[in-house]
């Protein structure tokens, strides 16, 4: 049954998602106004919150020993502090002309409405399943929450069988093969792309490919799943292609991800190209006045290429929070736009990136040269010195930093905050080969790799001008 609640006279600020973004954002308003001033009540369709999704495939593979250990802040410590957290309740609609949620609980089905003065939607993203033959059934699984965890190793506790397929090779699928790898399965990957890692331009995609065989995982690139074939009793046997099929007792679906804008779509909330919400810079829904937006389920302003881009990481879904809850709360945040830094690893290969690729800079009409250097991760002489491949791109003309990509061994990928600061502050390649970095035989070359890309690109933007 319906029920309406009735508003009191304090405000209300009703958040919608239970993680990264929501959750920060409520503790953030609650530090703000107290509860005699502002009520907080926040709903999570899940069993958790305030969780580490990025953690997941590190629980998975038994690198992280147990759950508990990816929750930042409990349900009751959220509790504690004056939030009023609803647990296993499903938000099903938003009624924006009357400050209105209707939520229902995911185990009585009972339904409510609950009035807010303020809003925020935090409801993170989606795998992408493809609607597939075979696609819903037992086994196949994607990754996104820690339910999705829990019912993974619930799957894998119960099937004998130790052959694993993974859909897909971005950030998850890359690191779902390596936890199943390190469980013992046999793991092939299929990939629709030309090398994994499409976050990456192909060329040092190919070091990631190398890498993923040298672990022993079987890589199926520019091949398009068409079907998943299943056994008599309903479970997922195969995993089926144009040109064959891959045996598998569990699939992972590591595909990607899309913002889950189900709910702001029919109320008639503005959504970009990508399907996700469109804010202002204090994190405030286009248009609304009460109702702030963040996380995985919004586009955020790149500021290498000046387009509104999907970019679903932790990283900006906590800053988010902190903006919001200081708008909520009374206060004044912006949040100024990202440059799409990221890093992973597989193995002992560590993968970064930040900026542009080639085939971005070309869609927004950028003309740029690009680079690839060869170097090491410490002086060459001193004892366990790793190779590192770093790609940089340039804009003609102008020198200006566009984007950096480093695939290596240890000490690699944290380098690539030296680019994603110098293309934050719109520094050129020139500029970067003055910067005063740090130096010692143990952490690097005398010229930092880094740098040798800068001043290498550079030297080329100086022949072409």
């Known amino acids: 049954m319906d029920m309406s609640d009735a508003q009191g006279a304090r405000e209300r600020l009703v958040v919608i998602g239970g993680d990264a973004a929501g959750m920060s954002a409520a503790s953030q308003a609650r530090r703000l106004r107290g ?10 369709r899940g069993h958790f919150t305030s969780y580490s999704a990025c953690g ?3 629980w998975v593979s038994g690198d992280v020993p147990d759950r508990d250990r990816l929750i930042a802040r409990t349900a009751g410590e959220h509790r504690a502090r004056d939030i009023d957290l609803r647990l296993r309740t499903e938000v099903t609609e938003i009624d924006v002309d009357r400050g209105r949620v209707r939520a229902r609980d995911v185990d009585s089905g009972a339904e409510s409405w609950t009035s807010y003065d303020k809003l925020v939607i935090a409801t993170g993203a989606r795998p992408v399943r493809p609607d597939l033959p075979g696609m819903d059934a037992p086994g196949v699984h994607g990754v996104q929450t820690l339910d999705d965890g829990q019912a993974l190793l619930d799957t894998l506790a119960r099937t004998r069988g130790r ?8 950030y998850i699928g890359v690191e779902m093969a390596e936890a199943m790898i390190k469980r013992g399965y046999e793991v092939t990957v299929v990939n629709r792309g030309k090398e994994p890692m499409a976050t990456l331009d192909p060329d040092m995609g190919r070091l990631v490919h190398r890498a993923m065989e040298g672990m022993g995982i079987t890589m199926v690139n520019e091949a398009e799943v068409t079907k998943l074939l299943t056994g008599d009793d309903g479970h997922v046997r195969a995993v089926a292609t144009e040109r064959a099929e891959y045996p598998a007792d569990v699939v992972v679906l590591g595909i990607g991800v899309r913002p889950e804008t189900s709910l702001a779509r029919a109320a008639g909330l503005p959504l970009g190209d ?3 919400l469109l804010t202002d810079r204090s994190m405030r829904v286009r248009g609304h006045e009460s109702i702030w937006a963040g996380g995985d389920c919004v586009e955020v302003l790149d500021l290498v290429s000046g387009q509104q881009r999907h970019i679903p990481l932790g990283t ?3 800053k988010h929070g902190q903006i919001i809850g200081a708008n909520a709360g009374g206060g ?3 949040f100024p736009g990202v440059v799409g830094t990221a890093v992973s690893k597989v193995c002992d290969l560590e993968i970064a990136r930040t900026g542009l690729r080639e085939k971005d800079a070309l869609r927004v009409g950028l003309r740029f040269e690009s680079v690839t250097i060869e170097s090491t991760s410490r002086a060459g002489y001193y004892p366990n010195a790793s190779p590192m491949t770093v790609k940089m791109l340039a804009e003609l003309r102008t020198g200006r930093l566009l984007g950096v990509q480093i695939v290596g061994h240890e000490g690699a990928g944290k380098r690539v905050d030296i680019a994603a600061v110098a293309l934050t502050a719109g520094m050129t390649v020139d500029q970067m080969t003055a910067l005063d970095l740090g130096y010692a035989p143990p952490f690097s070359p005398v010229w930092d790799p880094v740098q040798v890309a800068a001043r290498k690109a550079a030297t080329k933007i100086r022949a072409t001008s």
């Open 163 to 170: 052959r694993a397929v993974v859909v897909g090779a971005g």
């Open 332 to 334: 004044y945040a912006t």
């Open 35 to 44: 509860p005699d001033e502002l009520e907080i009540v926040a709903f999570e």
């Open 56 to 58: 997941i495939p590190y």
């Open 316 to 318: 900006h879904a906590n």
């Open 274 to 276: 990508s399907g996700g």
